[in-house]
């Protein structure tokens, strides 16, 4: 899916005051490490490191784990299409709502894909060769299905379970399921270096599963996918990991304010609760879509138009919390429904 995400104010110039659409904390560290970056700018005169040495090790060393257990690479979307390439033609799991490249990676490489409620994990009796799920999930934030996950691994041993990470750290509670890597060889996380620091136009995630399943995936992979500055900025992530990583319960504190605020200035939203800083909403009248370009065009606020998401309506849209300054211009604008 090339166009069809959040943050999408490409489109509108800088008519875009306010972003709800992306995911992303809006308090957060990236000037530091944009200034970081800034004075390693020579780093773009030379090849990059293939193999990601130094942060695979910082990585690892963060989570406790071997290097083998890692591939660094260009965003979660690249481990997203290399593992469907690994299993090219194969009986596809994707819980829905969800994250539409999943559905693409597996599209693109030919499998065949049975579309699941993300509460129904524990239900299945016959398991594919990959269930794709996310925890917490997007865009609803859902995480009551991790016990679940834990347990399809359990019971299909035979079947690879890739769990898109991406958001676990905005979330207010505990949610990872890196410690339950060593019990689960068939686990595969997909984690990102982009989303909690909030330099998503760098590219930057990577890829923790068994040693094994990882060396039949390198050879899959574009040379130099991942450049010398998305480098530079995961090792300073690493060495800063704890003091970068954003306020999640206070992020997510301010999401349910900004959810009870919208609940009492109309009656024409309900809120899906969440536990990460972005929630889904959804019109009792009208579509998302016009509801967008009434926002961006009249208030300059952009939201995330939902309705791509499998098993969403035209009238979901998913809101990500700001600024207080953005948070009462984007009231007012609702109030006005």
Known sequence: MITGHGDDRYRYREVVRHDFSSNVPYRN??????????????????????????????????????????????????????????????????????????????????????????????????????????????????????????????????????????????????????????????????RSLTKSFAL?????????????????????????SVNALALEAGRYICHNYDRLLPDAVGLVAESRHLAECITECTRSISITPSPTPYFLAQLATGTAAQLKEELVTQQGILIRNADNFRTLTPRHFRLSVQSPEACQALLRGLSKL
């Open 29 to 190: 560290h990236a000037t530091e490490i944009i200034d970081y970056l800034s004075s390693r700018l020579e780093c773009l005169s030379h090849y990059p490191d293939p193999n990601a040495t130094e942060l695979r090790k910082l990585l690892a060393d963060r989570w406790h784990l071997e290097p083998e257990w890692i591939v660094v690479t260009n965003g979660s979307t690249e481990a997203f299409y290399l593992l469907a390439h690994l299993l090219a033609g194969g009986r596809t799991l994707i819980t829905v709502p969800s994250f539409a490249e999943y559905e693409d990676a597996c599209q693109l490489f030919r499998h065949q894909i049975t579309y699941i409620p993300t509460r129904d994990i524990e239900r299945v009796s016959e398991p594919a060769q990959l269930l794709w799920t996310a925890l917490p999930n997007n865009p609803d934030g859902e995480i009551r299905h991790r016990e679940q996950i834990l347990g399809y691994c359990s019971r299909h041993p035979e079947s690879y379970v890739i769990v898109d990470e991406a958001y676990a750290e905005l979330c207010d509670e505990p949610v990872s399921l890196l410690g339950e890597l060593p019990r689960h060889p068939n686990l595969i996380l997909a």
């Open 200 to 224: 998503p136009g760098i590219r930057l995630g990577y890829l923790v599963a068994h040693p094994a399943l990882l060396r039949r995936l390198e050879p899959l992979r574009s040379p130099w």
